[in-house]
C-alpha cells in the first residue's frame, strides 16, 4: 500500500497557531519534508520542532532563480524524493509556512505527485497576512471593499497593481520592499499603510505608518504590507 502525502499549513510563526490538526497528521506521518527555500527552513522546522521528534526528516531544495526551467527541475526532483517514500508505503507531511495555497512551494510539488495518481491531501494554515490584521487589529475588508494580494518579486510590475481598487496585501518585497514605500508614498499610501515584520515570531515588529517605519531598524524579510484605501 503507498503512502500519503499531506501539505500542511503550519501558520505565520508562532506554534499555538498550528491547527490542532495539523498536528494531529505531522504526529502520525512516518516522514516530516522540510522545504530549504531562503530562511524557510529554519523558520518552519522551529515551529513543528517538538511534534515532529523522532520523525525521519526530508530537506527539499527548490530554486529560486528567475530560470523557470531551474525551478521546474528543482520541483520534480523534490516530488521524485517524496515519492521514494510514498512507495515504501510512508505518510509524508509536507509542512510549509503560512498556508499550502497562498504562494507556497508544496502546490507545485502537490500537482506533479497527485496527477501521477498518489492520494495527497491539503491541510491549511494561518497566512501571514490574517495574522498580520489580527496583530494590528485591523480588517482586511469589510462591507463591499475588495482586497488583492500581491506578491513584490519582480518590482516592474508593482505599478500596475497598484492602480487596482480597495485594500491590498504586499507580501515576499524582500530586497524590493525599499522602492515599494517609495511608490507608496508617491501615491499617498504614507499614513495608510502598515508593516509587519516577523509576525508572531520572536523579534516581531509593528510600525503604523511608512515614517514609522523607516525610522527603526525594521528588516525586510518576512514583511508583509497592508495598504488601506480608507484611512
Known amino acids: 500500500m503507498k503512502g500519503r502525502l499531506?501539505?500542511?499549513?503550519?501558520?505565520?510563526?508562532?506554534?499555538e497557531l498550528l491547527t490542532l490538526k495539523a498536528v494531529n497528521i505531522i504526529q502520525k506521518c512516518d516522514v516530516i519534508a522540510i522545504p530549504m527555500a531562503g530562511h524557510e527552513k529554519s523558520v518552519v522546522f522551529s515551529i513543528v520542532e517538538k511534534y515532529a521528534t523522532g520523525k525521519e526528516l526530508l530537506e527539499c531544495s527548490f530554486a529560486m532563480d528567475k530560470d523557470m526551467a531551474k525551478r521546474k527541475e528543482s520541483r520534480q526532483r523534490a516530488a521524485e524524493h517524496i515519492i521514494q517514500f510514498l512507495d515504501r508505503g510512508k505518510d509524508v507531511g509536507f509542512v510549509t509556512l503560512g498556508d499550502p495555497t497562498t504562494y507556497s512551494t508544496y502546490m507545485y510539488v502537490h500537482e506533479i505527485i497527485a496527477g501521477m495518481g498518489y492520494c495527497a491531501e491539503i491541510v491549511p494554515g494561518v497566512t501571514s497576512y490574517t495574522a498580520t490584521a489580527a496583530a494590528f487589529g485591523v480588517a482586511l475588508c469589510e462591507d463591499e471593499e475588495v482586497l488583492t494580494i500581491i506578491p513584490m518579486r519582480h518590482s516592474e510590475s508593482?505599478?500596475?497593481?497598484l492602480d487596482y481598487?480597495?485594500?491590498?496585501?504586499?507580501m515576499k518585497s524582500g530586497e524590493n520592499l525599499a522602492c515599494l514605500l517609495e511608490k507608496l508614498k508617491e501615491r499617498g499610501y504614507g499614513k495608510k499603510t502598515k508593516i509587519a515584520c516577523r509576525v508572531t515570531m520572536d523579534g516581531q515588529q509593528l510600525f503604523?505608518?511608512?515614517?514609522?517605519y523607516e525610522k527603526s531598524q525594521g528588516a525586510g524579510y518576512l514583511t508583509v504590507v497592508i495598504v488601506s484605501e480608507q484611512n
Open 208 to 212: 503604523d505608518s511608512i515614517d514609522d
Open 158 to 161: 508593482i505599478d500596475g497593481l
Open 6 to 15: 499531506f501539505g500542511i499549513g503550519a501558520g505565520p510563526g508562532d506554534p
Open 165 to 170: 481598487p480597495g485594500n491590498k496585501v504586499i
